[in-house]
């Protein structure tokens, strides 16, 4: 019997999770708790039936879906700060996540009064 899991790299609530975390953890707790979660996300795999080629498959969609969401958060940080530092003249630029499907929405408004 095969067992089809659910793409790693799809699982959108544990990758903002994992980080949310490693942005607000640095050094050694950073690397704890992203060697923690590896290690359960693999048992988890394991213990359903999955083989070890798929496994550290998925481990990979998943580590490079998190720090594709760090990046994002990071962004979405750097043209905030820039918004309110004034970079932007009269305008404010904010990027957030769609509650709908993920997506990042970026938007430009005009400052009260302007």
Known sequence: MSLLAFPADRRASDIRRCASALQQLHGEEANRFWRSEMAGFA????RQGMDEDEISRQAGLFMH??????????????MNASALGGYFGSRQNTIDRSPLDGDLICTVQSAPGK
């Open 43 to 46: 048992a988890t795999l394991k």
């Open 65 to 78: 879906a998190v720090l594709m969401e760090l990046q994002l958060a990071f962004a979405a940080d750097e």
